[in-house]
């Protein structure tokens, strides 16, 4: 079992600003892709941003141009820049991490971290 770990998320106002951190431990795979994802209470769980390795960046339509995806290779972590953010934005966000061990491939996920937008 694979876990990865999350951080960064928390209370903010509208407007302001989070980063959100996960990380997926060294082991005998390669990551194929890194996203996030976010479920609001009683609504599905949707995309957020996801990026393939040496791949280009997928956003949702409502966070275009407000948050950022980015990876880091070598320390086998993503990051998710959030700005603008809006009432809306709040949610539980959650890590996924596609993993490939010689041809199976398996999708992992953070334990969540809760980001509000409230004044």
């Known amino acids: 079992q694979v876990q990865l770990v999350e951080s960064g998320g928390g209370l903010v106002e509208p407007g302001g600003s989070l980063r959100l951190s996960c990380a997926v431990p060294r082991g005998k795979y390669s990551v194929n892709s890194m996203g996030w994802y976010r479920q609001a209470p009683g609504k599905q769980r949707t995309l957020v941003a996801s990026?393939?390795?040496?791949?280009?960046?997928v956003y949702a339509d409502g966070v275009q141009g407000r948050f950022t995806i980015s990876r880091e290779y070598a320390a086998n972590a993503a990051y998710l820049q959030m700005n603008d953010l809006k009432p809306d934005d709040t949610a539980v966000y959650y890590c996924?991490?596609?993993?490939?061990?010689?041809?199976?491939?398996?999708?992992?996920w953070g334990q969540g971290t809760q980001v509000t937008v409230s004044s």
């Open positions: 996924n991490a596609n993993l490939r061990w010689g041809k199976k491939e398996v999708v992992y």
């Open positions: 990026k393939t390795d040496g791949g280009g960046p």
